[in-house]
């Protein structure tokens, strides 16, 4: 054969299995492709959805608690923005009908609160005419209980505000733990570090054992419309976990969504507590003309001029940094 005769033959085997390479290829940067901008547009909506957190349910409670970490968090005003973030950026906007299977691949959102959470699930129950029917509802606050074998039951929160009941005296004290620990002999208030790896602990075993009931909750569902995909609890490192519950704030589960030729599979997760800024002045000094920033709280000579959410931007417009030590020029 003529080493033509061998390159034609050459092409005619290796042709099918390259232009089958290349099509993998294809799918599978396409995967990758539209597992990211399913990652973006799932922390974007858990993003709008904790930025919520901060509109209280109730404004009166606002000023009734010490702690910045307390809430009343609006769970429906927080679900509506989550589902309208989501909406927007898998193409459901204004299709209330894909918006619902949408909810197929959502087994939990997950909302953390300061003295407990809400569990957004699959929930069977019956409806107004008697029959049995299932969909995603809202669970009741589910609080962060510990109970020791001497029968006391402490109520958690997000900080070392405590609920405690004393079985002993029959009795009920709250406070944060330095002000109720010697008006009680329960013994995890006698020992911070301790009470605080409790605390820790309990809180995230009891969103582990909910988040991993909702999923299975949600599986039943899923294999009685015939689907075949299998939900689990992802592995979330505990330390992860305990950065999680530093703080309200919001997890959304996603999975089972068709990427080529596997599934697209997630948790989000971003905290709702409103940090507050000290804005920033850009002034003048009228003495020599120089630009300076400084935070508002300092009283200087300076001239302002503008003002700035942060030093970043100040510095960007032209002003230089000055300290304001003792508030003195």
């Given at each position: 054969m003529r080493i033509t005769d061998y390159a034609i033959l050459f092409v005619l085997i290796f042709f099918p299995v390259f232009w089958f390479y290349s099509m993998d290829m294809k799918d599978e940067a396409e995967a990758v492709r539209l597992e990211?901008?399913?990652?973006?547009?799932?922390?974007?909506?858990?993003?709008d959805a904790s930025s919520v957190m901060n509109l209280n349910e109730d404004p009166l409670l606002?000023?009734?608690?010490?702690?910045?970490?307390?809430?009343?968090?609006?769970?429906?005003?927080?679900?509506?923005?989550?589902?309208?973030?989501i909406s927007i950026n898998f193409g459901l906007d204004e299709d209330r009908s894909a918006q619902l299977a949408f909810m197929t691949y959502m087994p939990a959102l997950l909302v953390?609160?300061?003295?407990?959470?809400?569990?957004y699930q699959s929930t069977p129950y019956t409806n107004l005419e008697g029959r049995n029917a299932e969909e995603h509802l809202w669970t009741e606050k589910k609080m962060y209980i510990y109970a020791d074998e001497l029968g006391n039951t402490?109520?958690?929160?997000?900080?070392?505000?405590?609920?405690?009941?004393?079985?002993?005296?029959?009795?009920?004290?709250?406070?944060?733990?330095?002000?109720?620990?010697?008006?009680?002999?329960?013994?995890?208030l006698q020992d911070a570090d301790t009470f605080d790896q409790v605390r820790r602990h309990t809180i995230v075993s009891e969103i582990q054992d909910d988040l991993a009931y909702a999923i299975h909750v949600h599986n039943d569902k899923a294999l009685r419309n015939g689907y075949a995909y299998q939900f689990t609890l992802p592995v979330i490192p505990q330390e992860e976990w305990y950065n999680t519950i530093d703080d309200v704030g919001v997890m959304a589960f996603i999975q089972g969504i068709p990427v080529g030729a596997g599934y697209y599979n997630n948790y989000a997760f971003s905290g709702g507590r409103l940090v507050k800024t000290t804005p920033v002045v850009g002034g003048i000094d009228a003495e020599t003309g120089i630009k300076y920033y400084y935070p508002s709280t300092c009283n200087l000579a300076f001239v302002p001029m503008e003002r700035f959410t942060t030093s970043k931007e100040a510095a960007a417009a032209g002003y230089f940094e000055y300290g304001c030590i003792n508030n003195a020029h």
């Open positions: 990211q901008q399913y990652t973006q547009a799932v922390q974007t909506a858990v993003q606002e000023t009734s608690y010490a702690s910045s970490k307390f809430t009343r968090v609006d769970k429906d005003l927080l679900l509506d923005t989550f589902m309208h973030t953390i609160d300061y003295d407990g959470y809400y569990i402490v109520r958690f929160t997000l900080d070392d505000y405590v609920y405690a009941y004393e079985h002993r005296t029959g009795q009920w004290v709250e406070g944060y733990l330095d002000e109720i620990r010697s008006l009680t002999r329960i013994p995890l």
